[in-house]
Structures are given as structure tokens and as C-alpha cells.
């Protein structure tokens, strides 16, 4: 903790130092030289990013294009503190060291997920593309209070665009290493005085895959995913609007599903090795074909006195696919499986009306109808049997929040918030083989927040916050007979101060937080199917995030986080160890002391952005730089990722007034090996899953 206390004193410091060389200038910048300023709702209501006491890391469309973000994954190289790995092409974020490893069906992730204001119950579906994004927001800190639903450890909300009555389109094609096509376009006009429509279509194909299958002569870690969006804006009145919105996704391939054993490690045959970092022996197929529908409306309506919004959606997820689990040419340990899930969410909302008005409140509902099912069969030798396990959950949430702000002067601002949430879970099925009775389970739990900000100079804000996130029980349903995962709580206290400093030149904000994590949920792979643990952990931390307008035409950004993440309570957690001729034995034991898994002590970013006019037109340069440390796959803190840094860099060149551009673009330039998920906790042996290697490409745009 002094640590801690010296690096916060010494970053304050300089902190102040610069504030006061900031008050002694009297030129206004320009507003080309000036960094840009970008609205977030990560309070449910539009304000500077600069001036919400919530640690937010914020892209603009522009900057997720010049970023080559394309999905929620890509958001790793530009938050520290911020990992987005995968198993079986579930995504497993993890933020300030909060997540956890389940990637379950029919379990939900501590960071929340939310597109244009609908939560992402599925964790099949949180490996989202962005082809059409207005802004991201990555919230970091539980959010108990206003994106209350699970988001123990921070939500990521992804805002797509609005349609318009502007008819305007864009339309990209591009093309990659692997054999990798790309294409995307939007297209937006109106229809009539009131009504405007909007079309998403993006489509990605890698068909050549970053290594081999030996046995089968194979490629493996290949992929292709789809994304459709049909948007609707009915505008009746000026104080009126409903927003419709169709999407469909379709996600196929083998990435983060085609198993290897880790360098070193026997599998559980006695002979199978690793063939190469990419590569793989398995004696089966292992892939998934994934498709989810989602159907939303959103009504707002102005009252004069507030401003009304309510969100309804409704979401079908149907999942199947096979792994083999083993990694090695043996049969000993197959899965074939396939989950449904469809997930009805309803949230009206009454927000007051007035900005500028010293009491500011927003007040509302929340409703879930989640019913899941898991059809789970089990092959291979050590499943002599091949049972066929079947989970039926059925989850009913209800909860009522309300957040207020009250400005005490001009300068200092009280936030209030409360959340109750009621969340009633059920199980049936069967175990592979009799029948499960029902069983039932209900979690109450009231959540808060409580924040003080005030500003100590022009465009310098600190902040001290308390926050209790939670996050309810859930059913094994892969395998029902085993015991399900007790609830988690969070509690979080924040201090930190934003800051925009030379005339909106600088930007630097530093934020410390320390954690109580009561019930961590975590997974260990047992042999074919998951079971679940809780824990306590303790999380020390301090966020650094810099950017600075060097000249109209160049911008420095960077920022990294520090974490002291230990485990202070996990009695029965499961330990592996390699068996010397091959798989693991597995017991258990206590590993207080030890590092929380996918947790970096470090990890930070550099990067800059550079736009130029030339004769050949607009010139725009981007290069980041992310590095995370080492960071453990399995609490007995056996396996360990070492420390790795990705190098992304892009050039894009407009010409013709901005209708057409060429861009290209590499990703991991440098050819780093890392992986997206690593496990030891199964019999069978040190498995992984590879994250992906170099690539590069050019990308040709068309704007109209």
C-alpha cells in the first residue's frame, strides 16, 4: 500500500505543479490544437467525460476507426488494466484484475456489456464487431447503481449511430494475411419528415488459419463471423422519438476453440506434445457455429419536467459445436453440445430534465426473463458411458434503482445511489443420468454509491467514491449435480483527479482504488465439464491516463495501471500438478497470498496519432504500443502467461474531398505469442488457446 501512496503523492504532484503553469498562461490555444472532447452517458445521461467522477476510458467513431478496433476485443491495447481473452469463442474480460474465467452458458460476466442501452446477458455474444459505432465506453469500478445488472468489475458500452435523414453511406472492402476478406457498409437516409432508416452489414473471413492440425492435415484457428443491423427512428413529434433496431450475428470457426497442450507438458496419452505454438494434434474437429437474434425498441419522450426512456429487447441465442478437450490425438475426452438462450429485458427510466439545474436525479426499473439450456454429451475413454447432461435454467431479475446529484456551489457535487435487486434462479435437468428435482434459489441484495467531486481550478476535478457492485448465483449447468457458484460483493472506494491542463492541450487523469472482493466466482476445468468456487481477494491499484495536443496535427496518448491483486481467502482451491508421465493429478488446498488469476501488477500503453494535408490528400498515421506483465491462468499460480507487448500501427490516405480512402494496417507486428486462455485445472493435462499472431492488411473505403 505505501507503494501506492508514494507513486499517487508523486503523480499528484506533478499534477498540481502543472496545474499552476497552466493558470500562468494567458494565450488561448486554437481549437485544431486542442484535444478532443467526447459526450459519454456512462451516468445515463449525456455529459463531458471530464466531468463524470468514474474512471472512463471513451472512443470517438473516429478514433475506433484510425485505432483499427473492430471488435470488443481490440479494446486491450487501448485500456490498461483491460484483458478480453476467449474459450470456445465466449469472451472473458477482465478489468482492474475483476472477472472471471467461467465463459459459461447460462452465466454472466462481471463487466457487463450493453449495446445501445440493451444488456448482453450471453457471454457468447460479448465478442462484439463495431462497424457502425458511434462511441465506446470502457467503465471501470463496479457500477452498482445505474448499470447495476452483474457489473461487479466495470461495463463496457458500445453505442452505435442514430439513423438520419441525411442520406449518406459508407462502404469498405478489404483484404488480409490468412487469406482474410473484409467488407462492411452503412447506409442511412429518410423516408419521410418523421421516419429514417439505417442498414449495418460487416463480414469478416479469415479462411486460412494461423497453424495446422497434424493429425487431420488440417488448418485450425480459422473463423468467419457476420453482423446485419437494420435501424428505425419514428420521430412523431420534437419531444418524441422511437428507435427500432433488428441485428443479427452469425460467428463460425475454430479460434479459441482448437485446444494445444502447453510447451513442456505430456498430455494425458503419454506421448502427445506440443507441435507448435500454433498448431495442434487433436484427433477431432473442434469448432462452433453461433447465432444470435436481437430484437429492441427505444422510447423517449420529453415531459417537460423529465425526460422518459424505456428499453425493451428481446435476445435468442442458439450455440453448437464440439471440442475436443484433451489436445492430444488420443480419443480420450470429446464434447459435442448445443445451448439456447433467449433473454427478455424491459427498463423505463425518468431522468430530470433541466442540465443546468442544481438537483439532478434518474430513477428506474429493471427487468429480466432469462431461460437457458445446455445439451452437453461427453466421448472419448474416460467417458465410457457418453452421458448426456442436460441444465435448464430459468433466471427472473427485478430491480429498482435511483441516482441523484446535488450541487452544494457551482463547484462541488454529492452523487446518492441506490439499487435493489431481487434475481430468482431455477434449475432442472438431469445429471447424465436421473433426473435433477427443481431446485430454486433466491438473492436479494441492496447496492450503492456514493461520490464527492470538486473543482479545484478550471478543467481540474477531483473525486472520492464508494461504490458496492454485486453479482447473484448461478446454476453448473454443464454440469447440474455439482454445486453452484454463491454470490459475489464488491466493495470499492476511489479517489482521483481529471484534468485538462495548457489550454485543453493536456489531458491527465490518476485514479487509486482499493477493493474488498467478497465470493469471487471462479472455474476450474475438472475433466469434461466445469466446477465452480468463490473466494476473497483484496485489490490495490492506481490508473494513470495521459493525452497531449503536441501540434495541430499530433497527438501523444498513454496511460498504464498498477494492481496489487492477492487472494485473502480460498481454502479449498483446486491445485494441479504434472503427472511425469503425463496429464495432471489434481487436489486442492489453501492459496491465500497468492496472485488473483489474469491479473498484471503492470500493464500500460503508448501511442500516437499524426493527420496531415499532403498533395495526395489527407494523411493519417496511428501507432500504439500495449504491454501487460506476467499474469497466472489458475489460482495455485502454476501457469503463467510471461509478459508481452502487441505493436498496432495504421496509415490511411483520403482523397477526392474525403469520398474514398486506402488504408493499411498491422496488428502484433512484432509476432508476439500469447494466449487467450490457458488451464492446468484438468486431469487431461496443460492446455491453451492461442491469441493471434501477426497480421496486416489493406482496407479501401468509399464514402457518400
Not at 397 to 417: D, I, K, R, V
Not at 587 to 600: E, F, K, M, P
Request: glycine residues 10%; hydrophobic residues 35%.
Amino acid at each position: 500500500m505505501k507503494k501506492f501512496m508514494l507513486m499517487g503523492g508523486a503523480s499528484l504532484l506533478s499534477l498540481l505543479c502543472c496545474a499552476n503553469m497552466a493558470k500562468a498562461q494567458t494565450a488561448q490555444p486554437t481549437d485544431d490544437t486542442q484535444l478532443e472532447e467526447i459526450i459519454v452517458t456512462a451516468q445515463k445521461r449525456s455529459e463531458q467525460s471530464q466531468k463524470v467522477p468514474i474512471t472512463v476510458s471513451a472512443f470517438s467513431a473516429q478514433q475506433i476507426k484510425d485505432l483499427g478496433v473492430t471488435s470488443t476485443q481490440d479494446l486491450v491495447a487501448n485500456v490498461p488494466g483491460l484483458k478480453f481473452g476467449a474459450s470456445i469463442s465466449t469472451g472473458t474480460p477482465y478489468l482492474r484484475g475483476v472477472g472471471h474465467n467461467i465463459g459459461g452458458i447460462g452465466d454472466e460476466s462481471p463487466i457487463a456489456t450493453y449495446s445501445d442501452g440493451v444488456y448482453v446477458a450471453n457471454g457468447m455474444s460479448n465478442i462484439l464487431s463495431l462497424p457502425d459505432v458511434e462511441r465506446v465506453e470502457v467503465l471501470a469500478g463496479p457500477q452498482g447503481t445505474l448499470f447495476g445488472r452483474n457489473a461487479t468489475g466495470g461495463v463496457i458500452q458500445i453505442i452505435t449511430k442514430a439513423p438520419s435523414h441525411t442520406s449518406s453511406a459508407d462502404v469498405e472492402v478489404g483484404y488480409g494475411n490468412y487469406d482474410t476478406v473484409t467488407a462492411s457498409l452503412y447506409g442511412t437516409t429518410g423516408i419521410t419528415d418523421t421516419v429514417a432508416t439505417s442498414v449495418t452489414f460487416s463480414y469478416d473471413n479469415q479462411q486460412n488459419g494461423w497453424g495446422r492440425n497434424v493429425t487431420l492435415n488440417q488448418p485450425v484457428n480459422k473463423g468467419s463471423s457476420e453482423t446485419f443491423r437494420n435501424k428505425w427512428l419514428w420521430e412523431p413529434t420534437s419531444r418524441t422519438s422511437l428507435i427500432l433496431v433488428g441485428t443479427y450475428n452469425k460467428r463460425r470457426g475454430d479460434t479459441s476453440n482448437a485446444l494445444t497442450i502447453v510447451p513442456g507438458a505430456i498430455g494425458a496419452d503419454r506421448t502427445s506434445r506440443n507441435v507448435g505454438y500454433y498448431n495442434t494434434a487433436l484427433n477431432s474437429f473442434s469448432r462452433v457455429d453461433n447465432k444470435a437474434y436481437a430484437v429492441s425498441g427505444t422510447l423517449k419522450q420529453d415531459l417537460d419536467w423529465a425526460e422518459f426512456t424505456a428499453v425493451a429487447a428481446y435476445q435468442d441465442f442458439k450455440g453448437r459445436g464440439g471440442l475436443d478437450v484433451d489436445g492430444s490425438s488420443a480419443f480420450l475426452g470429446a464434447q459435442r453440445w448445443l445451448f439456447t438462450e433467449r433473454t427478455f429485458t424491459f427498463e423505463p427510466q425518468l431522468s430530470s430534465a433541466s442540465s443546468s439545474s442544481k438537483f439532478k436525479w434518474t430513477v428506474g426499473l429493471f427487468y429480466m426473463h432469462d431461460d437457458t439450456v445446455s445439451d452437453l454429451t461427453l466421448t472419448g475413454s474416460a467417458f465410457p458411458t457418453s452421458p448426456r447432461i442436460i441444465g435448464n435454467g430459468f433466471t427472473r431479475s427485478y430491480a429498482a434503482y435511483g441516482q441523484s446529484t446535488y450541487a452544494f456551489t457551482p463547484s462541488t457535487h454529492l452523487t446518492l445511489g441506490l439499487r435493489y435487486t431481487s434475481d430468482q434462479r431455477s434449475l432442472t435437468g438431469n445429471n447424465g443420468a436421473a433426473p435433477i428435482q427443481e431446485v430454486n434459489r433466491t438473492w436479494n441484495k441492496l447496492t450503492y454509491r456514493a461520490s464527492l467531486d470538486h473543482e479545484l481550478a478550471k478543467d481540474i476535478m477531483a473525486y472520492v467514491e464508494y461504490n458496492r457492485g454485486f453479482k447473484s448465483g448461478f446454476f453448473n449447468l454443464q454440469s447440474p449435480s455439482t454445486p453452484l457458484a454463491e454470490p459475489e460483493v464488491l466493495d470499492a472506494y476511489e479517489a482521483g483527479i481529471k484534468s485538462q491542463l495548457f489550454g485543453r492541450r493536456l489531458r491527465l487523469n490518476i485514479s487509486a482504488f482499493y477493493y474488498d472482493y467478497k465470493g469471487l466466482q471462479q472455474k476450474a476445468i475438472n475433466v469434461g465439464a466445469p466446477i465452480y468456487f468463490n473466494s476473497n481477494a483484496h485489490i490495490k491499484g492506481l490508473d494513470v491516463d495521459l493525452a497531449a495536443k503536441v501540434a495541430s496535427g499530433l497527438t501523444l496518448r498513454g496511460g498504464f495501471e498498477v494492481l496489487d491483486p492477492n487472494y485473502v481467502y480460498f481454502p479449498n482451491a483446486p491445485l494441479s500438478t504434472k503427472n511425469p508421465v503425463g496429464g495432471n493429478f489434481l487436489t486442492s488446498g489453501d492459496v491465500a497470498g497468492n496472485t488473483l488469476i489474469q491479473a498484471s501488477k503492470f500493464s500500460g500503453s503508448a501511442g500516437f496519432d499524426y493527420r496531415a494535408d499532403t498533395s495526395l490528400g489527407g494523411l493519417t498515421v496511428n501507432m500504439t504500443y500495449a504491454y501487460a506483465s506476467k499474469f497466472y491462468w489458475d489460482a495455485d499460480n502454476r501457469l503463467a502467461q510471461p509478459g508481452y507487448g502487441l505493436l498496432n500501427a495504421s496509415a490511411r490516405l483520403t482523397i477526392a474531398d474525403g469520398k474514398f480512402d486506402v488504408r493499411i494496417w498491422g496488428k502484433n507486428l512484432t509476432g508476439e505469442k500469447f494466449a487467450v486462455f490457458e488451464s492446468g485445472s484438468s486431469r487431461l493435462g496443460d492446455i491453451y488457446f492461442p491469441g493471434a499472431p501477426r497480421t496486416y492488411g489493406v482496407t479501401l473505403g468509399t464514402h457518400f
